[in-house]
């Protein structure tokens, strides 16, 4: 087994690398608070900026949005792999483009829409510049998705849906819902729940902002009363929307921006040897030099997950074990990297990004904050070991 990159896939990496160079926004990746695994510190959460709508449109014309999609739908026909490295190096630059139609409502589409429906939708998908949010979390439906109440009632051409969502991240600057709702309570959820595309233009739709622990509008509550959603919007078969949302969910676990951990750590290791304390440097300190160590260890061990599944996707095995694996490992490091930030920076790590004093652009001290969202999101911790134990050990479930 070799676990290193061959010629063709470092030199797709320099490709790469000198897209980023060449394309992402001036100053974007110095302003960027964003901490690998948080979902609370986008800054396009908090506005729809032209120069990274242009970004995501220069993405589409090089190809790199599509590259691993079949050639019949428009892609490059590229491998997972190679879309992996491309993954990798955007996250590290701290670029924009961590989007949920390219990596979750694609891929789903993909897999499950009629032919029809992947017409319609993929080639408006392809071009970047529609945003989608996840309508899955609802007041009391979270870790367990069966318990939700919105419902879709047919009527003629549309379904009429009535309930809410909550925790619903960047809803207030997207175009369209990704949306669950039960379309027959008769039954157990995994045979009466749809999967729909929702336009938030529709009547009906209210968006109400939530300020998370960081101070930024990243999610909401969003309500529906009354919406009609148009039939041809149900994603593949009435009634099968919650296999579609399990898959969906695998989708997003893998969805981590790997860079973002080894460039956060970089620049901690960075200022650790940079920095005196006490006349020394910090890396000097024996009990510093041993949390980063470890740290280095997990970054591979994440990394290492992170190219696995894409070989396994390669490789036409589906990454469901893997993808919880994935998304375990990453949020706990990204929680584990704050704190070993904060111990680094010491005082000055509570100084928050506005402040001229706050080392890192005061990255460290947002990002202690947003981790908490890493390991909740997209199902929590101990969400993944349920899964890593029933469906990878086949313990039983209680
Ligand atoms: C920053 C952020 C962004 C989010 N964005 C979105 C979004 O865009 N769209 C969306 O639909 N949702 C979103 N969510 C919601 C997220 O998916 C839910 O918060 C998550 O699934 C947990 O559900 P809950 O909050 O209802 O907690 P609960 O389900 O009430 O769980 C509370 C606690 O109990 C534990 N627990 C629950 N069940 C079990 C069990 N069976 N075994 C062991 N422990 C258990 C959990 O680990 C958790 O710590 C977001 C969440 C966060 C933090």
């Given at each position: 087994m070799d676990f290193k990159l061959d010629k063709k896939q470092l030199d797709f990496q320099k490709e790469v690398e000198h897209f980023l160079k060449t394309n992402v926004p001036p100053g974007y990746s110095e302003k960027s608070l964003y901490w690998p695994?948080?979902?609370?510190?986008?800054?396009?959460f908090e506005e729809r900026d032209p120069a990274v709508d242009r970004f995501r449109e220069r993405m589409y014309e090089e190809g790199w949005t599509t590259m691993a999609w079949p050639k019949e739908l428009g892609?490059?026909?590229?491998?997972m792999v190679e879309q992996a490295i491309f993954a990798e190096r955007l996250s590290y630059h701290r670029a924009p483009g961590s989007d949920t139609a390219m990596l979750i409502v694609v891929p789903t589409i993909m897999r499950y829409g009629s032919d029809e429906f992947k017409k319609e939708w993929i080639p408006k998908i392809m071009k970047g510049n529609l945003r989608f949010w996840l309508a899955y979390s609802e007041p009391n439906a979270?870790?367990?998705?069966?318990?939700?109440?919105?419902k879709a009632v047919e009527d003629g051409d549309d379904f009429i849906v009535n309930g809410q969502k909550i925790w619903s991240s960047g809803a207030h600057i997207s175009d369209y819902g990704w949306m669950v709702a039960r379309?027959?309570?008769?039954?157990p959820a995994h045979k009466g729940t749809s999967m729909f595309i929702v336009d938030n233009?529709?009547?009906?739709i209210t968006i109400r902002p939530l300020i998370n622990i960081v101070g930024f509008h990243s999610f909401n509550e969003v309500f529906f009363d009354n919406v009609r959603i148009p039939?041809?919007?149900?994603?593949?078969?009435?009634?099968l929307g919650f296999l579609y949302l399990m898959v969906a969910l695998d989708f997003e676990r893998l969805?981590?921006?790997?860079g973002g951990f080894r460039r956060q750590y970089e620049d901690i290791v960075k200022y650790a040897k940079e920095t005196k304390r006490d006349g020394k440097p910090?890396?000097?300190?024996y009990a510093v030099r041993k949390k980063l160590a470890d740290l280095a260890i997990e970054i591979e061990i994440a990394y290492m997950y992170f190219f696995k599944t894409a070989w396994m996707m390669d490789n036409n095995m589906h990454p469901n074990i893997e993808a919880s694996v994935l998304k375990l490992v990453a949020t706990q490091l990204s929680r584990k990297l704050a704190g070993v930030g904060m111990d680094v920076l010491?005082?000055?790590?509570?100084?928050?990004?506005?402040?001229?004093?706050?080392?890192?652009?005061?990255r460290v001290c947002i990002g202690y904050l947003d981790s908490i969202s890493a390991v909740i999101g997209a199902g929590a911790s101990e969400i993944q070991r349920n899964i890593i134990a029933q469906r990878g050990l086949g313990l039983p479930r209680k």
């Open positions: 695994g948080g979902y609370g510190a986008i800054l396009e892609g490059g026909g590229r491998s979270g870790s367990d998705l069966s318990a939700i109440q919105t379309t027959d309570l008769n039954v233009k529709t009547p009906g039939k041809k919007n149900l994603v593949g078969e009435k009634n969805a981590i921006a790997i910090i890396s000097e300190n010491g005082m000055r790590g509570q100084l928050n990004h506005d402040s001229p004093y706050a080392p890192l652009d005061g």
